[in-house]
């Protein structure tokens, strides 16, 4: 009887101990998000607020409403969470701001007199994302109505075209960067760096989302701390020019 007790005992102190772990690790990621979201705002407001001095610019302004997306989207996960169809939807659209941003960068690097093949890439890439939209949409009705065979099928499709966006994105980046001159490479090396993070994360979550077949739960939580270390890269680059 003792030693059943004492099983009992730590197998309780364990099961406490487990749970308090979750908690504090999800408080910790919805901190993530917080600061994050915190973060991209605050930089997006001071960004337009150059437009008084003459500074701001197409690329400027791109930024800054990718990041107020992208805290929006920030705030949905800690809301509602990473898997509600308004979440996805909120991801969608910051993936089609930063491809903007991208796009703003060709326009403004000299050689854009020849931006017309990386325009049919970009809209190539933005109709993948709509695509996305609409298979978060398809997915949330197919989980009220809880088919299990059509949301495995949905996963697999949005993390396929996940990785089509990702893949195209870094490629376009990839191209900009070293397509510019040295001095052009100057300012392009953070807003590069912190495009770079974000989708080479994604591509890798995605990746193993649609092997498995399932999104890996630890890595999708850890998105809020990318995109604080993007935010974070993205302050240096507007400071520094």
């Known amino acids: 009887v003792g030693d059943r007790w004492s099983f009992l005992l730590l197998r309780d102190a364990f099961l406490g101990v487990r749970a308090l772990m979750a908690t504090a690790w999800a408080s910790m990621v919805d901190v993530l998000h917080l600061v994050a979201a915190v973060g991209a705002l605050v930089l997006a407001l001071w960004q337009l607020s150059r437009g008084r001095d003459g500074a701001r610019t197409p690329a400027l302004r791109a930024c800054a409403v990718a990041l107020i997306i992208s805290a929006l989207w920030s705030c949905s996960v800690i809301a509602l969470g990473g898997s509600m169809v308004l979440t996805d939807l909120l991801l969608s659209a910051s993936y089609l701001a930063w491809l903007w941003l991208l796009y703003r960068l060709f326009a403004a690097d000299p050689r854009g007199k020849g931006l017309g093949p990386i325009r049919a890439v970009v809209a190539a890439l933005a109709f993948v994302e709509l695509l ?3 298979i978060a949409l398809a997915g949330f009705g197919q989980a009220e109505a809880g088919v299990l065979e059509a949301e495995l099928l949905i996963l697999r499709f949005a993390a396929i075209f996940r ?15 070293v397509g510019a001159s040295r001095e052009t490479r100057q300012s392009l090396r953070w807003p590069e760096a912190a495009l770079g993070l974000t989708w080479l994360y994604d591509l890798n979550l995605f990746t193993i989302a649609y092997l498995l077949d399932a999104l890996p739960v630890l890595l999708a939580q850890l998105r809020g701390a990318v995109m604080l270390a993007a935010v974070a890269l993205l302050a240096l680059g507007t400071f520094r020019n």
Request: charged fraction near 0%; aromatic fraction near 12%; charge should be neutral.
């Open 132 to 134: 996305q939209m609409a």
């Open 163 to 177: 990785l089509l966006f990702c893949i195209g994105a870094l490629v376009l980046a990839h191209n900009l960067y």
